[in-house]
């Protein structure tokens, strides 16, 4: 224990614990905010030591133990645990649990599985003791300057934990992009459903990048200047920003653009997997979202990726069809991008509905736009559309049902339907590009061959059908004489 902690007494009106780089980065905001006084611990004390030394200003109470973390604090003691996600998380979880007391608040703010969230928040009610999980995006720039956050937990720790968090959240049009999602494991639901759109929005942003290139023979630098162009439109965002910012990027040791000389796999931290399996858990079709995941994971199998160069199909890099009328074909890349950005939010929102109605969430989704319009990775402009839809109609079964998507939709799906068809020709994979068209037309189909499905299901499994012309559920005797009879439903 240092001299420091040893005068540390009840100062601190909230803490963090873990201060690797998201968690120093939160303590230093917080720091920065009127009124906060801020208790530092982390298990390794060097952390502590060096974020001390490194900002005098902040303030801070260094703590280097859980006994002095609790006694720093005053009631009701609110901490924010940003550690490793998993055993890290439970393992701060139970210390703290030994130093707290009944009404003291406890805050995950790392990228936690929802279920987890939820089996902590039950374990750690019962002890009196309240348990918020808290989605936080923006990485490590979001967590100093203002993150976007999302935080789920009781009513009761949103009293205190609230105003807190407003003063250090990204504010947007003049409002912090923070809200109370809902309960339990809520916040860090949406978190996870925001990375799993981040996960899509991401690969069409590559898929349309690598149709320009390969389809107007336009250099990386010269594609940063067309998104660019495009972020001063309605698909201005962070993400396309940034995308210019990365195509410009010259290799200082090779003179190649940098995306010419990174390897192109793609990693994954999970949680765009995680969005995946819960959509597919709850019979979401969030198949942009699933599609841009495994993407990813075609990406990084090299060995398939050798071995499968033998399989027929055209050259994508044999010609560059556009080269002659870049424009034209660019404008459509624009607007396939547009429409398949709205398929994913629209089937972002989607798992989210489904989720608040499987798990007892009441949340708010016009809110859940706003508070991601700042501070976010997926801020972006078209977020205050997705608001005034849900405050149109709070229960709109299909986002992307709203007027305005209707029209942006109507203007960009003929330009979609030929990139998509231009991809397939000449052999560019556009898996998100081309999912969410097919999405899109299965939406829309007056009938879906989901039809011979079920008679293909009743055949092998005499799992039953209903029909179109009267109520009941039907077995066609397949192995008899095919008559049709009554049967129970079994699905
Ligand atoms: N990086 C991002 O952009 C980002 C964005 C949003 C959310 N998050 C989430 O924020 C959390 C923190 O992320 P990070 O990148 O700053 O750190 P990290 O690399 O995920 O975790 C390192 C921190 O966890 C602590 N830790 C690990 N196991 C522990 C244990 N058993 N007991 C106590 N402490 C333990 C480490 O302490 P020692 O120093 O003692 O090893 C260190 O402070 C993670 O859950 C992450 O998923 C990250």
Redesign the pocket.
């Known amino acids: 224990m240092t001299d420091q902690a040893a005068t540390s007494s009840a100062t601190a009106n909230i803490g963090v614990?873990?201060?690797?780089?998201?968690?120093?980065n939160l303590a230093r905001n917080l720091a920065s905010r009127e009124g906060n006084t801020v208790a530092i611990f982390?298990?390794?004390a060097?952390?502590t030591e060096h974020l001390v030394a490194e900002h005098p200003e902040a303030g801070f109470v260094a703590t280097f133990s859980y006994e002095e973390f609790a006694a720093s604090l005053t009631a009701p003691r609110t901490a924010i645990i940003?550690?490793?996600?998993g055993?890290?998380?439970d393992?701060?979880i139970d210390e703290l649990l030994r130093v707290f007391e009944p009404g003291d608040i406890i805050v995950d703010?790392?990228?936690?599985l929802f279920t987890d969230t939820i089996r902590r928040e039950k374990a750690v009610r019962e002890t009196g003791i309240n348990f918020v999980g808290m989605g936080?995006?923006?990485?490590?720039e979001?967590?100093l300057l203002g993150p976007s956050l999302m935080p789920g937990g009781s009513d009761e720790s949103w009293i205190t934990l609230g105003p807190i968090l407003k003063t250090i959240a990204a504010v947007a049009e003049g409002e912090p992009c923070v809200t109370h999602i809902g309960h339990d494991g809520a916040g860090h639901f949406v978190k996870m459903v925001h990375n799993g759109i981040e996960y899509a929005d991401m690969q069409v942003i590559a898929e349309a990048y690598d149709l320009i290139r390969h389809a107007t023979g336009y250099s990386p630098a010269q594609i940063a200047d067309v998104f660019a162009e495009w972020n001063r439109g309605e698909l201005e965002s962070y993400l396309i920003e940034i995308t210019a910012e990365v195509l410009r990027q010259v290799d200082s040791d090779t003179g190649l653009p940098l995306v010419d000389v990174v390897l192109d796999q793609a990693g994954a931290?999970g949680t765009g997997g995680w969005t995946a399996q819960t959509a597919i858990d709850l019979g979401v079709p969030a198949s942009g979202i699933a599609e841009a995941v495994f993407a990813r994971s075609l990406s990084s199998h090299p060995e398939q990726r050798a071995t499968a160069g033998i399989l027929p199909g055209p050259d994508a890099d044999a010609e560059s069809s556009f080269a002659d009328d870049p424009a034209a074909f660019i404008e459509k890349v624009r607007r396939a991008l547009y429409a398949s950005k709205i398929v994913a939010y629209s089937q972002g929102f989607d798992i989210i509905r489904a989720g608040a109605a499987h798990y007892g969430w009441n949340i708010d989704l016009g809110n859940v736009a706003a508070i991601w319009r700042g501070g976010c990775i997926i801020r972006a402009r078209f977020l205050n559309r997705i608001t005034e839809a849900y405050a149109d109609t709070a229960d709109l079964p299909v986002l992307m049902t709203a007027p305005f998507f209707v029209d942006a939709l109507a203007t960009a799906q003929d330009a979609w339907r030929d990139v998509v068809a231009h991809a397939a020709a000449t052999g560019l994979p556009a898996p998100v590009f081309s999912s969410s068209l097919a999405y899109y037309d299965g939406l829309r189909a007056r009938r879906l061959p989901a039809a011979l499905i079920q008679g293909q299901r009743d055949f092998f499994g005499a799992h039953t059908y209903k029909r179109v012309d009267r109520d009941g559920t039907f077995h066609t005797l397949w192995s008899g004489d095919r008559s049709e009879v009554e049967a129970v439903d079994t699905h």
Not at 17 to 24: E, I, K, N, R
Not at 109 to 112: D, I, L, P, Q, R
Not at 136 to 140: A, C, K, L, T
């Open positions: 614990v873990g201060l690797a780089v998201m968690g120093s982390n298990r390794s060097e952390k940003m550690v490793k996600a055993a890290g998380t393992a701060v703010g790392g990228n936690a936080v995006s923006g990485g490590e979001g967590a931290k």
